[in-house]
């Protein structure tokens, strides 16, 4: 069975441009969380979805902003990208929502220049 | 204060040698309990969720102790596929899963 899969895998922006990134969850699963992980930290939470409603936000500022579609993938939007954004995202899927086993994708890494 | 803190090491240690993780939480509501392992460079997985009971998988112990807050992994025998660095989880509530900075290890041979 095909994990989650994220795209693209790596991305370069300048700062101020905007970003889309996507996630497909494992089949059948129905909630998809969003991560950030800057180098040497440990993942830190932004999103998560569940049956296509938000039912959780980390302490992001308003630049993130996410939605899932009815096959259940989902996208993270970022906007008016700054350095600080520079980092490997990562998105779970899980069946439902927390404290649901949740299985990570491989992430994306996005640098901002 | 985090709401996770781990030592972030590095623990180098020997093949074969007996090494333990500790990390402490700050939220007494938090109600489930993981250890997830991440190599470099590459998604965090699963290594085993974390009982009051305590339990075991094969080399890999795990320890919940809610009085105190603190978490324990403890590995026997290293090996050296076990280089990665150990992520404690936590989660406060139904909220999302909230990580330590990690411990990283290096079995050496």
């Known amino acids: 069975d095909a994990g989650v899969t994220q795209s693209p895998t790596h991305l370069i922006k300048t700062r101020g441009q905007h970003v889309t990134l996507r996630c497909s969850p494992i089949s059948g699963h129905k909630s998809v969380s969003w991560y950030q992980q800057v180098l040497g930290q440990g993942p830190q939470f932004i999103f998560q979805y569940y049956e296509k409603e938000e039912r959780g936000r980390g302490n992001f500022p308003d630049r993130f902003s996410a939605r899932q579609f009815p096959n259940y993938s989902s996208e993270l939007n970022v906007n008016a990208l700054l350095l600080g954004d520079s980092a490997l995202y990562l998105c779970?899927?899980?069946?439902?929502?927390?404290?649901?086993?949740?299985?990570f994708g491989p992430g994306t890494r996005l640098t901002v220049l | 204060r985090k709401e996770v803190e781990q030592d972030p090491g590095p623990f180098n240690v020997p093949e074969g040698a007996t090494v333990a993780f500790n990390c402490t939480y700050s939220?007494?509501?938090?109600?489930?309990f993981f250890w997830y392992r991440q190599d470099c460079r590459k998604e965090p997985k699963l290594l085993m969720s974390?009982?009051?009971s305590g339990n075991e998988d094969g080399r890999f112990t795990a320890q919940l102790n809610r009085a105190s807050q603190y978490i324990s992994l403890l590995i026997r025998d290293s090996k050296l596929s076990d280089s990665a660095t150990y992520l404690c989880?936590?989660?406060?509530?139904?909220?999302?899963?909230?990580f330590g900075s990690g411990t990283r290890l290096q079995v050496q041979p």
């Open positions: 939220n007494s509501a938090s109600q489930s």
């Open positions: 779970a899927s899980s069946y439902m929502t927390v404290p649901d086993t949740q299985y």
């Open positions: 974390v009982y009051s």
């Open positions: 989880v936590v989660t406060p509530g139904r909220r999302a899963l909230t």
